[in-house]
C-alpha cells in the first residue's frame, strides 16, 4: 500500500518546472506538519540544489519548526548564491549608463556594493555617477578681454569688464587708468549720438516749415488768379 509520504514525494519528483515546485510546497506548508514540508524540499534540493525559491522555503520552515540552527546554514548557503548573483546588477548598472539612465545605474550599483562592498572599480564609478556635474568655467573679467571688446567696437562691453577688474582688483591704477579713459570716449560719443539727434530734429522742423511756406504761396496763387 502506498503511504501518504509515498504520495507526495511522487508528486514532487513529477513536478518540473521551478514555479509548480513551489506551489506544490507551499500548499505542503499550509496542510501537512513541518517534517513532510522539511523532507519534500530537501528532495527538490537534491535534484535543483540552485533554486533559490525552495531553500528559502526550506529556511523559513526550519525557523518556524524551532530550529534556528538549520535555518542559519541555509540562508547562509542562500546568501552566498546570492552574492555569486549580484554582479547581474553592476552589469545592469553599465547597460543603464550607456543608455544615459544615470539615476537607474546608481540603484543598480548600491546594491552591487551592498553585496560586493570591496569592489574599487564599483565605488569609483557609483562616486562618479553620483557627482554633480561639472559647471562650465564662466568667462573671468580681465583687462585682456576687456580690450577685445573695446577692438572690436563694443566700448559699452569693454567699460563693464573693466569695473569688474577694477571691483576685484581696487588697487590697480592702470586698469583704473584705462577705465577712466574708456568712459572719456564713451561721453563725447554720447554727445555725438545727441548732436546728431538734434541736428535731425532741425531738419525735420526746417521741412515742416518750408513745407507751410509752399503751401502758403500756392494758396496766394490760387486767389491771385480768381
Known amino acids: 500500500m502506498t503511504t501518504l509520504d509515498g504520495i507526495y ?10 514555479k509548480l515546485r513551489l506551489v506544490l510546497l507551499e500548499a505542503l506548508k499550509k496542510e501537512v506538519e513541518p ?20 531553500r528559502k522555503l526550506l529556511a523559513e520552515t526550519y525557523f518556524e519548526g524551532g530550529s534556528p540552527e538549520l535555518a542559519e546554514a541555509e540562508l547562509e548557503k542562500l546568501c552566498k548564491q ?4 549580484s554582479s547581474i546588477f553592476k552589469l545592469q548598472a553599465e547597460l543603464f549608463r550607456k543608455d544615459d539612465r544615470i539615476e537607474e545605474a546608481i540603484d543598480s550599483l548600491k546594491i552591487y556594493l551592498a553585496h560586493q562592498g570591496s569592489d574599487e572599480e564599483a565605488i569609483g564609478l557609483l562616486s562618479e555617477l553620483s557627482s ?13 578681454l576687456a580690450e577685445m571688446y573695446y577692438r572690436q567696437g563694443e566700448l559699452q562691453e569693454a567699460i563693464k569688464v573693466y569695473e569688474q577688474v577694477v571691483k576685484a582688483s581696487p588697487d590697480d591704477e592702470e586698469v583704473r587708468t584705462r577705465l577712466n579713459e574708456l568712459k572719456g570716449m564713451k561721453e563725447p560719443e554720447e554727445r555725438r549720438r ?33
Open 9 to 18: 514525494d511522487e508528486i514532487v519528483d513529477k513536478i518540473a518546472t521551478p
Open 35 to 54: 517534517e513532510r514540508v522539511i523532507r519534500a524540499c530537501k528532495r527538490v534540493l537534491e535534484s535543483f540544489p540552485d533554486d533559490i525559491d525552495t
Open 82 to 85: 546570492i552574492d555569486e548573483l
Open 132 to 144: 554633480p556635474p561639472e559647471e562650465e568655467p564662466s568667462v573671468l573679467p580681465t583687462s585682456t
Open 194 to 226: 545727441t548732436k546728431g539727434e538734434m541736428l535731425k530734429e532741425k531738419k525735420l522742423r526746417l521741412i515742416g516749415i518750408l513745407e507751410r511756406w509752399l503751401a502758403a504761396i500756392e494758396q496766394r496763387k490760387l486767389e491771385t488768379v480768381n
